[in-house]
């Protein structure tokens, strides 16, 4: 579950963030439920002020949404696999298409556009072979302009984190 911050104030400066607005962020990255409050009361400040801080920087952008993290092998999604996929042809038009192809495929749960060999790594989440199969042939590969796929399957997760602030 996630909820966006839009604003009409949003904007893609960066702001100047001083420790109080670091420690903010840690707390809100541990625990995003936590009570302006009980986040007040661990950086000594007061409410009023804290509160300011959270709205500044959601407004920023520097906080971009809170999200529920859910453990994927619990609700029958335990097979993770990384693809790599080269497109046929470049051009605007044709990504486009292919990125729009990707947010309707709700086994994605993230997609970047990378340099090298491949134009795009998926991150994708099936509940087994035969799923991740079905994705693949019916639904990955629909997408006219796909050139070459490579999959990669995670056997095993070392470290995964959303911390960026310590």
Sequence with gaps: MTKSLKTEQSTTTNIS????????LKILQQNARATVKEIADEVHLSTTPVHERIKRM???????QYATLVDHSKVKKGLMVICYVSLKEHSKNAGSKFIKHIHNLPEVIECYNISGEF?????????NMDDYYNFHVNKLSQS???GNVQSVFVM????Q????IN
């Design 17 to 24: 963030l001083d420790s109080k607005d670091l420690a903010i």
């Design 58 to 64: 959601e407004q920023a952008g520097v906080i971009k």
């Design 119 to 127: 134009d795009f790594m998926l991150k994708v989440l099936a509940e």
């Design 144 to 146: 006219e302009n796909i």
């Design 156 to 159: 095993g997760i070392i470290k």
């Design 161 to 164: 984190t959303h911390v960026l």
